[in-house]
């Protein structure tokens, strides 16, 4: 054969490429951390103190020999890492940047529950952000995304990095949309305004500056997106999966 | 947390809803809901049959909501139904210094606040029908009517109670020492669940000061030595504040969760302690047949009140709304927020229970959640003032999956987790795999030999693989990129060494996957067969092909054209089928069988068969 057949990227990836894409139009640039990251990232600076019950919302990997290490529990900690590095090279809001990137948590697997998953995280600050701006955002992406009408909702919800924090759901009304989702709430992230304890971290003036913040999995987002019944199929090399995409 | 609505009516005059409106109440302004269990008896008119909601209270209302006071209070708020009938109100003198009781705080600080019962002469018995219901509908076992008395107490207000049997304390001049303090080295204790705990000095007790034994470990669970019996007739009634920090670390360590841990943990107010204790009383007389014979109540710092102060402006600036003061004004109202209000200044004096509320955007929450987060409406973000800048890392990964893929590579992800590395997860809950991988390339091995028996499925004649992901190793994390194939080796190298020299203006423009939905593929073996004949001339391949199909039936789920040659006037075609069932492992004698039909259908037409 003289042409090897066309290989395909991970629906991951494609996923990760199109979420990159929509969002560049909206302003946000593609940001990045490491995935073994220190507590205070991962929890400390994101407003989520020692000996608190919501430590306990996410179960934790830790590294033998390295207290302080974790596995990131969440793309979250990048949201610090990145005002920090703008503003030690004097680079002041507006921010927006989104975060794909690979998640840990340590709890048992099934159909909809991996130990290792992707995540897609926002954030945009600035002096006049609002949560309607974050509805605004979502419902576009969405709308680019599942290419149809899309709506919007939001829920009270509790995450320490946020206040007000929100559980978003969003729902596909247009005639196109697969038949299994259409008019049907679907919920998708958690979301908020970046809590000032936050924006303290990270050395921005919260008496300036707001935020908003979400955090989204991708790889949920890519079952509803292709019909795709077990996320274990993400991580399983698995061509008769990868192929199809 | 358990809820039940028959058990929320008695908060209120009016009428509650139906629990499905209840449900839709609290998860659009206050809590998502797990689900509505019907319990007790479904005959119509009988008051035994009850909705019980499963509330996820959120870690932040901890303080306040594991009560059905707190989701009374919160539908009061919500339904803008009146509360009126909150435990939070009544204000019944607990004055009366036990005579023959005293309480000793050895730290203050673990324990906040200390009012102890002396309650006389109780009767222990089987509980009434009305508490084993409303027990039992929140999944709780009846035990009597004491214990159950400080259960109901604490699934009623919050605030969680014990009893201890004063018979089996000693005394010391005619009185009863109750002390807070650290357990001794070594020291142990049965709790009433039957099991002994080995304590230790980072852990606090209850202990018995006059014979210096541990009667309760604080704020978790009572201990045998001053359990209630069927004999007990004068006992203690702790309705105490404890640390939160002390107690979760407590807990963790014996491995004992509890109802009572699990409240304290959040951080209860001190207050709370005297709601608690207030409600409990209303049962001694008619309940317990008791008498109460004075209180001890060691609070040595009273809680302060909290005043948290917001704008109107800042919470439609936060919100994106256009909220007026008059509606900013309703929602602490209806939260029975007391407040002074001042040229759209909020000064608000936070309840005492909610120990949440700290600074203003904590009042912005409460604004937008009673409200309700449909009035926010939807806009799109201002343009930012420059272009997005490009991600060298991800910019060089985006062009090595293109150069990659180009040249017939699939990429597969596989997990950080490995047999071997230089990083090891201290705590995996499944044990295997449990260091950080070192290298992509021994799960592109893996991979390679998991998809080569696929090979004829996926209708390829060579499996290549690449996987770009982060790996482990010198010390430190890095993004490598690796590729295998059945020719070549497995290998790998850092993702950086494929860079651009030059910053690139903007990401290439890439490909996104065209897939629409996702097949299901089967997960038993397959079974391929090749068939090839010389064709009658002028025949077209796809002709041939979608014969065949039709010939094979649903069991053969690929056909491809694998050869194809012309000699003279004859042209060999050659096919190979793959068959799989979704729901067996074929035979090779029903593939056999539907080879034969597909030959003998091929000669009918004028093939012949090679």
């Given at each position: 054969?003289?042409?090897?057949?066309?290989?395909?990227?991970?629906?991951?990836s494609?996923?990760?490429?199109?979420?990159?894409?929509?969002?560049?139009k909206?302003?946000?640039?593609f940001?990045?951390?490491?995935?073994l990251?220190?507590?205070?990232y991962?929890f400390?600076?994101?407003?989520?103190?020692?000996?608190?019950?919501a430590?306990?919302?996410q179960d934790?990997f830790?590294?033998?020999?390295?207290?302080?290490q974790?596995?990131?529990?969440?793309?979250?900690?990048v949201q610090?890492?990145?005002?920090?590095?703008?503003?030690?090279?004097?680079v002041?809001?507006?921010?927006?940047?989104?975060?794909?990137?690979?998640?840990f948590?340590n709890?048992a697997?099934?159909?909809?529950h991996?130990?290792?998953?992707?995540?897609i995280?926002?954030?945009?600050?600035?002096?006049d952000?609002?949560?309607?701006?974050?509805?605004?955002?979502?419902?576009q992406?969405?709308?680019?995304l599942?290419?149809?009408?899309?709506?919007?909702?939001?829920?009270?919800?509790?995450?320490?990095?946020?206040?007000p924090?929100?559980?978003?759901?969003m729902?596909l009304?247009g005639?196109?949309?697969p038949e299994?989702?259409?008019g049907?709430?679907?919920?998708?992230m958690?979301?908020?305004m970046v809590?000032p304890?936050?924006?303290?971290?990270?050395?921005?003036?919260?008496?300036?500056?707001r935020?908003?913040?979400?955090?989204?999995?991708l790889?949920r987002?890519a079952?509803?997106?292709?019909?795709?019944?077990?996320?274990?199929l993400?991580?399983?090399?698995?061509?008769?999966?990868?192929?199809q995409f | 947390?358990?809820?039940s609505?028959?058990w929320?009516?008695k908060?209120?005059?009016?009428?509650?809803p139906?629990?499905e409106?209840?449900a839709?109440?609290?998860?659009?302004?206050a809590?998502?809901i797990?689900?509505?269990?019907?319990v007790?008896s479904?005959?119509?008119?009988d008051?035994?049959?009850?909705?019980?909601?499963d509330?996820?209270?959120?870690?932040?209302?901890?303080?306040?909501?594991?009560?059905?006071?707190?989701?009374?209070?919160?539908?009061?708020?919500?339904?803008?139904?009146p509360?009126?009938?909150?435990?939070?109100s009544a204000?019944?003198?607990?004055d009366?210094?036990a005579?023959?009781?005293t309480?000793?705080?050895?730290?203050?600080s673990?324990?906040?606040?200390?009012?102890?019962?002396?309650?006389k002469?109780v009767?222990?018995a089987p509980s009434?029908?009305?508490?084993?219901?409303?027990?039992?509908?929140?999944?709780?076992?009846?035990i009597?009517n004491?214990v159950?008395?400080?259960n109901?107490v604490?699934?009623?207000t919050?605030?969680?109670?014990?009893?201890?049997?004063?018979?089996?304390?000693?005394?010391?001049?005619?009185t009863?020492?109750?002390v807070?303090?650290?357990?001794?080295p070594?020291?142990?204790?049965?709790?009433?669940?039957?099991?002994?705990y080995?304590?230790?000095?980072?852990?606090?007790v209850?202990?018995?000061?006059?014979?210096?034994?541990?009667?309760?470990?604080?704020?978790?669970?009572?201990?045998?030595?001053?359990?209630?019996?069927?004999a007990?007739?004068?006992?203690?009634?702790?309705?105490?504040?404890?640390?939160?920090?002390?107690v979760r670390?407590?807990?963790?360590?014996l491995?004992l969760?509890?109802?009572?841990?699990?409240?304290?943990e959040q951080?209860?107010s001190?207050?709370?302690?005297a709601?608690g204790m207030?409600?409990?009383?209303?049962?001694?007389?008619h309940?317990?047949?008791?008498?109460?014979?004075?209180?001890?109540?060691?609070y040595?710092?009273?809680?302060e009140?909290?005043?948290?102060?917001?704008s109107?402006?800042k919470?439609n600036?936060?919100l994106?709304?256009?909220?007026?003061?008059?509606?900013?004004?309703?929602?602490?109202?209806?939260?029975?927020?007391?407040y002074?209000?001042?040229?759209?200044?909020?000064?608000v004096?936070?309840?005492?229970?909610?120990?949440d509320i700290?600074?203003?955007?904590?009042?912005?929450?409460?604004?937008?959640?009673?409200?309700g987060?449909?009035?926010v409406?939807?806009?799109?973000l201002?343009?930012?003032?420059s272009?997005?800048?490009?991600?060298?890392n991800?910019?060089?990964a985006e062009?090595?999956?293109?150069?990659?893929?180009?040249?017939?590579?699939?990429?597969?992800?596989t997990?950080?987790?490995?047999d071997r590395?230089?990083?090891?997860?201290?705590?995996?809950v499944?044990?295997?795999?449990?260091y950080?991988?070192s290298?992509?390339?021994?799960?592109?091995?893996?991979?390679?030999?998991?998809?080569?028996?696929?090979?004829?499925?996926?209708?390829?004649k060579?499996?290549?693989l690449?996987?770009i992901?982060?790996?482990?190793k010198g010390?430190?994390?890095?993004?490598?990129a690796?590729?295998v194939?059945?020719?070549?080796?497995?290998?790998?190298?850092?993702?950086?060494m494929?860079?651009?020299?030059?910053?690139?203006?903007?990401y290439e423009?890439?490909?996104?996957?065209?897939?629409?939905?996702?097949?299901?593929?089967?997960?038993?073996p397959?079974?391929?067969?090749?068939i090839?004949?010389?064709?009658?001339?002028?025949?077209?391949?796809?002709?041939?092909?979608?014969?065949?199909?039709?010939e094979?039936g649903?069991?053969?789920v690929?056909i491809?054209l694998?050869?194809?040659?012309?000699k003279?006037?004859?042209?060999?075609?050659?096919?190979r089928?793959?068959f799989?069932?979704?729901?067996?492992t074929?035979?090779?004698?029903?593939?056999?069988?539907?080879?034969?039909?597909?030959?003998?259908?091929?000669?009918?037409k004028?093939f012949?068969?090679?």
């Open positions: 054969m003289a042409d090897a057949p066309q290989g395909h990227i991970h629906p991951i494609s996923l990760i490429r199109e979420a990159n894409r929509i969002f560049a909206m302003g946000f640039t940001a990045e951390g490491p995935l990251e220190t507590e205070w991962n400390d600076a994101l407003n989520v103190p020692k000996d608190h019950p430590r306990d919302m934790t830790f590294i033998k020999d390295a207290p302080g974790v596995l990131r529990t969440h793309t979250s900690p610090v890492r990145y005002m920090e590095e703008q503003m030690k090279k004097g002041m809001p507006p921010y927006r940047i989104i975060v794909p990137g690979r998640a948590r709890e697997t099934d159909m909809t991996e130990a290792e998953f992707f995540q995280e926002g954030l945009a600050v600035g002096p952000v609002t949560l309607a701006h974050l509805k605004g955002t979502l419902e992406f969405f709308k680019e599942f290419k149809g009408a899309v709506e919007v909702r939001f829920r009270p919800s509790f995450f320490p990095f946020v206040e924090g929100v559980e978003v759901d729902r009304t005639a196109d949309a299994k989702l259409r049907k709430w679907i919920e998708v958690g979301a908020g809590h304890n936050v924006l303290k971290s990270a050395g921005v003036d919260p008496s300036k500056y935020g908003f913040a979400f955090g989204m999995g790889d987002l079952m509803l997106r292709w019909g795709i019944d077990d996320i274990r993400m991580h399983s090399a698995d061509l008769r999966f990868i192929n | 947390m358990k809820v609505r028959a929320l009516t908060f209120f005059d009016a009428p509650l139906d629990a409106v209840l839709d109440a609290l998860t659009f302004h809590f998502e797990d689900g509505i269990e019907k007790g479904p005959r119509p008119g008051d035994a049959s009850d909705d019980v909601l509330v996820k209270v959120t870690p932040n209302r901890g303080h306040d909501c594991l009560s059905h006071r707190g989701i009374a209070k919160e539908l009061s708020a919500i339904l803008k139904l509360l009126a009938h909150d435990p939070f204000n019944a003198p607990l009366t210094e005579p023959a009781l309480v000793t705080l050895e730290d203050a673990l324990s906040p606040r200390y009012i102890a019962a002396y309650i002469g009767k222990v009434p029908a009305w508490l084993k219901r409303n027990l039992e509908a929140l999944g709780q076992r009846s009597n004491v159950d008395a400080t109901f604490m699934f009623n919050g605030q969680p109670l014990h009893a201890f049997d004063a018979g089996k304390l000693a005394q010391t001049d005619g009863y020492h109750i807070v303090r650290e357990a001794l070594n020291e142990k204790l049965l709790a009433l669940d039957n099991k002994e080995a304590l230790n000095n980072s852990m606090l209850i202990a018995d000061g006059t014979a210096n034994v541990a009667i309760g470990i604080a704020g978790i669970k009572g201990g045998t030595p001053a359990g209630i019996t069927d007990t007739t004068d006992i203690i009634v702790e309705s105490a504040n404890f640390n939160s920090v002390s670390k407590t807990a963790q360590a491995k969760r509890t109802d009572a841990s699990s409240r304290f951080g209860l001190p207050e709370l302690a709601y207030r409600n409990m009383m209303e049962f001694v007389a309940l317990l047949g008791g008498e109460v014979a004075g209180f001890t109540d060691v040595p710092a009273p809680q009140r909290t005043r948290v102060a917001v109107v402006e919470i600036q936060i994106g709304t256009r909220l007026t003061g008059a509606e900013v004004a309703d929602v602490f109202q209806r939260l029975h927020f007391a002074k209000e001042e040229g759209g200044l909020f000064d004096e936070v309840p005492l229970e909610r120990l700290t600074i203003a955007e904590d009042l912005v929450e409460e604004v937008g959640r009673i409200v987060y449909d009035k409406p939807a806009e799109p201002p343009p930012m003032p272009a997005p800048a490009v991600n060298l991800f910019y060089t062009h090595v999956r293109k150069q990659l893929t180009d040249m017939g590579y699939s990429e597969v992800l997990s950080v987790f490995a590395g230089e990083v090891a997860v201290l705590n995996k499944d044990s295997v795999k449990p950080l991988r290298n992509l390339v021994d799960g592109l091995n893996d991979a390679l030999k998991k998809n080569i028996p696929n090979k004829d499925l996926l209708g390829l060579e499996i290549k690449f996987e992901g982060s790996i482990w010390g430190k994390e890095e993004v490598s690796g590729i194939t059945e020719k070549e080796k497995a290998q790998e190298e850092p993702l950086s494929h860079a651009p020299k030059e910053m690139p203006a903007q423009d890439l490909p996104l996957s065209t897939a629409s939905r996702y097949q299901t593929f089967s997960k038993y397959y079974i391929v067969r090749d090839a004949a010389w064709a009658p001339s002028g025949t077209e391949p796809v002709e041939v092909l979608n014969f065949i199909q039709q094979a649903d069991l053969c690929k491809s694998f050869d194809q040659f012309q003279g006037e004859k042209t060999s075609l050659a096919f089928l793959i799989q069932s979704f729901e067996r074929l035979t090779e004698a029903e593939v056999n069988q539907i080879m034969e039909k597909v030959s003998a259908s091929l000669k009918e004028g012949e068969i090679r």
